[in-house]
């Protein structure tokens, strides 16, 4: 029977929705260093597990099928029909159960730091039996030793404290039915049944779930599947490798519709009403170059997580007055405003300008600043 999961959303409400799932042990804020890049494109959904956070700990053990049935059960009260799927470790086994037994609910894959099959099973009944018998402290120490390599964990001990915390707050009941979930975790002979388009990564230096025989395995099996394996990277690879992941997951996720992204970060950025008059002037001579600055400028650029909207804003504003295209730089001052920054920051990247672009060009960049800042302050 399923749980009501915990979840967190964040993003448009009109974006394609992304479930994100992730380490035993763990809870959605593992996400944290998704969750700015990946909410300007998608609904993001971070969920606590059945047994961890602030999810239901009903009596374990687990399987598989509950913790996916869990995420089904919320699509539904959600209202989604079809998703996108993120998912780390156990995170990552769900996704794949999913994807074999619930290929009508998921659009596109992402399993990171995973397996099919997390052998041998005595293990797992050991581990389950610790966390009832001394409690998930008892595990902490040497489960996030797995998670980062000896570098990283020396150059962050933040970090490291942080992510042994949610291990410690993790329900001993909670901790230990999801091990029995992973014990009969099984689906090495499953998964040419996965239909959504995969994105499989991996940590080089991952000891839990290393790339040989984990995701090297279910990249080989899922059809069409891609294996991206991530050099000094161990488990917890979204937190150590957060920009890379974070591009990873979205060119992935949007290949298939790069128009519809572009287009939404395009009436994010700029506006539903300057896009409306935009589409509304479309003629048959022009839809090509409409087409083109959608999918390219919008849809395959804008969309990139490894800049924030204010960083980008500062270099369109640059390069705009460096070139002498006065026509866009109206749209873009209303943008850069739609984008974070405030009119004295415009300011001053107009003076970091004058420096390298010249005094006459940023002269020019003012005034027109300065008449789109009056006509915002008299609307």
Known sequence: MSVDLHHTVSGPADA???????????TGQMWEPQVEALSTVFRVIRVDLRGHGRSPVPQGPYGMADLGGDVLALLDRLGIERAHYAGLSIGGMVGQWLGVNAPERIDRLVLMATSPYMGPAQNWRDRAALARAEGTAALADNVVQRWFTPGYAKEHPHDVTLLRDQI?????????????????????GDLHRITAPTLVVAGADDPATPPEGNGALIAERVPGARLVVLPDAAHLLSWSHAAQ??????????????????????????????????????????????????????????????????????????????????????????????NGLTSDEI????????????????????????????????A
């Open 347 to 378: 300011g001053e990247v107009f003076l970091q300008a004058a420096v390298y672009c010249g005094v006459p060009a940023a002269n020019k960049a003012f005034a027109i600043a300065q008449e789109v800042l009056d006509e915002d302050a008299g």
């Open 245 to 338: 992941v974070n591009t990873l997951i979205t060119r992935h996720l949007t290949a298939a519709d790069r128009y519809g992204a572009g287009m939404r970060v395009r009436r994010s950025v700029l506006g539903d009403a300057h896009v409306d008059r935009a589409e509304e002037r479309k003629s048959a001579f022009t839809e090509p170059f409409q087409d083109l600055i959608t999918r390219y400028a919008w849809g395959e650029v804008w969309t990139r997580p490894g800049l924030d909207r204010r960083t980008r804003s500062c270099m369109v504003l640059t390069a705009l007055a460096a070139k002498g295209h006065w026509g866009e730089l109206a749209m873009h001052v209303r943008a850069a405003l739609r």
């Open 168 to 188: 410690v707050d993790t329900p001993d009941e909670g901790y230990a039915g999801c091990c029995g979930a992973i014990e009969n975790h099984d689906v090495r």
């Open 16 to 26: 394609p929705p992304l479930v994100l799932a992730g380490s035993l042990g763990t």
